[in-house]
């Protein structure tokens, strides 16, 4: 049964969660770890991950086919509603497709739950942009990828935006923060081979191979290392892997946003299945 709460006033306290609270108070807010998911299709996808809501909030009297499947599916969770012109004052509300909603968080699995049974994985470093976060997330479900790992110092990929991003394949896709000890890069890229992997730094070198190159779609166990938008990766890191690989380019381009590398470098690797 809906339990609607009819909200009239952008400052009633109901509305914080969604309109005053940082994603860092969120994370921390009195005993629970919560996100916000945006837009009927990605609370859905969260719902069928398992994600547990708190709360949900709708401009008053939608009825369109979406956003009614996902209302039958929150019997006694609190559904607040308002007008738009309440609303619209929540910013990028337009952008959420009219349906908010506040969902538990969930203990992180390990590293080696992650990868069990991984044959292809992304290795996130220092990558902080919530939108290139959400937008790699999206391009490793669709392009054959098995698991997302992330450093330490990289965005959080239940930010608000970074989810909106991806469309909600967040919560397709297996993913873990890789713990601050074993430090990253000496211990973790050791982890990684300990677990069976081999290294791909995505960078500029000498040594360089191309994505392409034989050698990689013939490695069972894969993990594709990215770093952050402007300095990319680390010295440290480029020399632990076992290849460096690049994306050829013309034009006398060097390099490719983050996000749009990952999708080049994921389809090509990830072409390992349908071989």
Same mark, same amino acid.
């Given at each position: 049964m809906l339990n609607e709460i009819k909200i009239t006033d952008f400052a009633a306290p109901e509305?914080?969660?969604?309109?005053?609270?940082?994603?860092?108070?969120?994370?921390?807010?009195?005993?629970?770890?919560?996100?916000?998911?945006?837009?009927?299709?990605?609370?859905?996808?969260?719902?069928?991950?398992?994600y547990i809501?708190?709360?949900?909030?709708?401009?008053?009297?939608?009825s369109d086919p979406q956003t009614m499947g996902i209302l039958s599916r929150l019997d006694k969770v609190p559904v607040y509603t308002a007008p738009f012109e309440v609303l619209k004052q929540l910013t990028g509300f337009?952008?959420?497709? $009219? =349906?908010?909603?506040? =969902?538990?968080r969930r203990s992180l699995p390990s590293?080696?739950? #992650?990868?069990?049974?991984?044959?292809r994985i992304a290795v996130?470093?220092? #990558?902080?942009?919530?939108?290139?976060?959400?937008?790699?997330?999206?391009?490793?479900?669709a392009l054959h990828m098995d698991a997302v790992l992330l450093t330490p110092d990289s965005s959080d990929p239940l930010y608000r935006r970074a989810v909106r991003v991806s469309m909600g394949t967040v919560f397709q896709i297996p993913w873990?923060?890789? %713990?601050?000890?074993?430090?990253?890069?000496?211990?973790g890229i050791h982890l990684l081979k300990d677990l069976g992997f081999r290294t791909a730094a995505m960078a500029l070198r000498s040594e360089t191979i191309r994505i392409d190159d034989p050698r990689l779609m013939k490695e069972e166990k894969l993990a594709?290392?990215?770093?952050?938008?402007? %300095? $990319?990766?680390k010295n440290a890191t480029i020399e632990g892997c076992d290849y460096t690989i690049c994306i050829p380019m013309a034009h006398g381009v060097d390099s490719l946003n983050v996000a749009a590398a990952s999708a080049v470098a994921f389809w090509q690797l990830g072409r390992k299945y349908d071989i």
């Open positions: 509305l914080d969660i969604y309109a005053r609270l940082s994603e860092r108070q969120l994370l921390n807010l009195e005993g629970e770890s919560l996100f916000i998911a945006e837009s009927p299709r990605v609370i859905g996808r969260a719902l069928d991950a398992g809501p708190i709360s949900a909030l709708m401009e008053e009297n939608a337009p952008l959420t497709r $009219g =349906m908010l909603c506040a =969902m538990r590293v080696e739950d #992650v990868c069990k049974n991984a044959g996130l470093e220092h #990558v902080m942009n919530p939108t290139n976060v959400g937008a790699i997330f999206r391009s490793a479900a873990t923060f890789l %713990d601050r000890s074993p430090a990253w890069p000496e211990k594709v290392i990215l770093g952050t938008e402007g %300095d $990319g990766l």
